[in-house]
């Protein structure tokens, strides 16, 4: 079967670095996907992975690597509106997405 | 960017009523759109998939008679709940994909649905 496993929840402090980790096995792959949504509105793109390594764009990061199944966000200097849920989604061979569960990250000052 | 609007934000009706969602692609032609409901403190649930002109593919569980899907034009999607229920209040949200190329999928703002 689909399965993307991220953690439930994590806590960081503002300022601080965090980085929440995403492991998957899909039948086919096409790109992965980390969104961010924040409580009660809908999931904001944050980026797109399809070839191995390390993708940058300002504050946020996300790595890849293909033959683990594995990829990880990385959030630099933590702000408080950070605090969202963070969701792990990969396309599969159909083009479809699979959703992880999201990964709700409180950030304390 | 690509656009989604979906309408509306938020509605309250009651029980055995029916609440029609919109979801329209403002500035490309989305060929498949999806429809996922959130409850919360959880993950996106994928209720369908529809294509434009065809009948739309239901998720496993997902009742195609209570949830009607409509895609009539490449813009234009809708999300009818027929006779709803308490059990039915939830987040709503459509998605949309553009017709060329691999593309992270556009999201509607949501619908909050209420049913008292």
């Known amino acids: 079967g689909q399965n993307i496993d991220q953690p439930t929840e994590m806590t960081a402090t503002e300022g601080a670095i965090v980085q929440i980790n995403c492991t998957y096995q899909t039948s086919g792959f096409n790109g992965l996907f980390w969104y961010q949504q924040h409580a009660g509105e809908a999931p904001t793109f944050l980026s797109y992975n399809v070839l191995d390594g390390l993708e940058e764009k300002g504050r946020f990061s996300s790595f890849l690597s293909r033959s683990k199944g594995y990829s990880y966000l990385l959030l630099k200097e933590l702000q408080m509106k950070d605090s969202a849920s963070y969701l792990c989604a990969v396309m599969d061979s159909n083009y479809q997405l699979i959703w992880g569960a999201g990964t709700k990250l409180i950030i304390k000052p | 960017g690509a656009v989604v609007s979906q309408h509306p934000s938020w509605v309250i009706c009651k029980s055995g009523t029916s609440v029609k969602i919109e979801c329209r692609s403002l500035?490309?032609?989305?060929?498949?759109m999806f429809w996922y409901r959130q409850f919360p403190k959880q993950s996106l649930m994928l209720m369908a998939t529809?294509?434009?002109?065809?009948?739309?593919?239901?998720e496993q569980g997902v009742e195609k008679d209570k949830f009607l899907i409509n895609h009539a034009s490449l813009t234009l999607s809708t999300l009818t709940v027929t006779s709803a229920h308490p059990e039915d209040s939830s987040f709503y949200i459509c998605?949309?994909?553009?017709?060329?190329?691999?593309?992270?999928?556009?999201f509607g703002s949501g619908t909050r649905l209420t049913v008292v």
């Open positions: 500035d490309f032609q989305a060929t498949t």
């Open positions: 529809s294509n434009e002109g065809s009948k739309a593919t239901y």
């Open positions: 998605s949309a994909r553009e017709n060329e190329g691999i593309r992270g999928y556009t």
